[in-house]
């Protein structure tokens, strides 16, 4: 027992000293100043984005009007808001190209923003369904999950979705697996991704875990921490 003890001390003491340290790491304001950014257009944009791990925040100032979690979610800045953050432990660039310049059928998971206007075989998140994980649209004074086409038509659409949706008979509608910046629908909006590189897997959960904490979780992320 008293071997126990006194290495109950001493992990104390460790445990003490992170405390110290952990105060001393500074995490980006609401605002992300100091945090570098790049507005994407086209592809060449990416380039300016390392091709490294790190975490990132994406911003616009496109209508969004669902949001995937009924937590309250960070405050509208730069007549923006932030939608999204995470984390890539590799390839920064390459998760921005699939969040802002995917493919139409892209497997890979991305930001919910564009109806999938076919028929859903793959890893796509729901837009409406009478059951199952669904958005939420603010109606009524409250977040309402989308079960009906009258809610999902409280999403910011094209023409060309609302049609989709009108002739559709299909039950559930699913969001594309990310959206590209340059289609008719976005490009006349910014999408401005801010980002942090860095090698260190804590150092960049711990930067998206405070920033959550102090800031709210965006709007289109579904977890509060991670994935």
């Known amino acids: 027992m008293k071997i126990a003890n006194k290495n109950s001390v001493y992990w104390k003491k460790q445990e003490d000293k992170f405390k110290v340290l952990e105060k001393e790491i500074k995490i980006p304001n609401e605002k992300l100043d100091n945090v570098d950014f790049v507005l994407i257009k ?30 309250l979610i960070p405050s509208k800045i730069k007549n923006g808001e932030i939608i999204y953050n995470g984390i890539a432990k590799d390839n920064v660039r390459l998760r921005i190209k699939h969040h802002l310049l995917g493919e139409i059928d892209a497997g890979w998971s991305g930001i919910s923003l564009d109806i999938y206007q076919s028929k859903s075989q793959s890893h796509r998140k729901k837009a409406m369904s009478p059951n199952g994980k669904v958005p939420f649209v603010a109606c009524d004074l409250k977040n309402e999950p989308i079960r009906t086409k009258d809610l999902l038509s409280f999403l910011f659409l094209s023409r060309e979705e609302k049609k989709y949706i009108t002739n559709s008979v299909e039950t559930d ?32 959960e711990y930067i998206e875990k405070k920033w959550r904490e102090k800031y709210e979780l965006p709007k289109l992320c579904s977890y509060t921490s991670g994935r």
């Not at 490294?52 to 100032?61: D, E, F, L």
């Not at 697996?177 to 804590?202: A, M, P």
């Open 173 to 204: 509608f699913f969001f594309r697996n990310g959206i590209n910046v340059s289609d008719k629908k976005h490009r006349n909006f910014k999408f401005v991704v801010y980002f942090i590189r860095g090698s260190e897997q804590l150092f960049l």
């Open 42 to 71: 086209k592809e060449t944009d990416l380039k300016k984005i390392p091709d490294r791990g790190g975490c990132y925040w994406i911003w616009t100032n496109e209508p969004v009007n669902h949001r995937l979690h009924k937590k």
